[in-house]
C-alpha cells in the first residue's frame, strides 16, 4: 500500500522556523518525483516546492522563495521541506506528494494535477 506520512507541522511565531518531513512507503520512492504543497481555507491548494527532474532542480512560486528549501533522503525513504523565516500568510495545511513522471518543465511541478499520491497533511499556524 502506497503510504505518505506528514508531520513536523505546528504553532510557530513570525520570523521563526519549522522542518516537514514526508516518509513514503509502499513503492521505490527514489523514481519518484516529490513535492510539497499547502491549502488554507477557503483557498486553492498551490504548490510550494518541487523535484521533478532526474538533475534534482528545485522549483519554488515567488511567495515562499528563498525561505523554503525542499531536499530529499533517498536512503530513508523521506521529504523534506525546511521553512525559515515564517509569516502569517504561511499558515496552511501543508500536503507532501509523489509522483510517477518525470519533467524538465519545472513549472509543472507546482501544479496539484501532475501527482499520483499524497499524504494526509500537516498544519503550520504563523502567529504574528
Known amino acids: 500500500e502506497v503510504q505518505l506520512q506528514a508531520s513536523g507541522g505546528g504553532l510557530v511565531q513570525a520570523g521563526g522556523s519549522l522542518r516537514l518531513s514526508c516518509r513514503a512507503s509502499?513503492?521505490?520512492?527514489?523514481?519518484?518525483?516529490i513535492g510539497w504543497f499547502r491549502q488554507a481555507p477557503g483557498k486553492e491548494r498551490e504548490g510550494v516546492a518541487s523535484?521533478?527532474?532526474?538533475?534534482?532542480?528545485?522549483s519554488y512560486p515567488d511567495s515562499v522563495k528563498g525561505r523554503f528549501t525542499i531536499s530529499r533522503d533517498n536512503a530513508k525513504n523521506t521529504m523534506y521541506l525546511q521553512m525559515d523565516n515564517l509569516k502569517p500568510e504561511d499558515t496552511a495545511l501543508y500536503y507532501c506528494?509523489?509522483?510517477?513522471?518525470?519533467?524538465?518543465?519545472?513549472?509543472?511541478?507546482?501544479?496539484?494535477?501532475?501527482?499520483?499520491?499524497w499524504g494526509q497533511g500537516t498544519l503550520v499556524t504563523v502567529s504574528s
Open positions: 506528494a509523489a509522483g510517477v513522471t518525470l519533467t524538465t518543465n519545472h513549472a509543472v511541478g507546482l501544479r496539484p494535477g501532475f501527482y499520483d499520491y
Open positions: 523535484i521533478v527532474s532526474m538533475d534534482g532542480t528545485t
Open positions: 509502499g513503492f521505490r520512492f527514489d523514481d519518484y518525483v
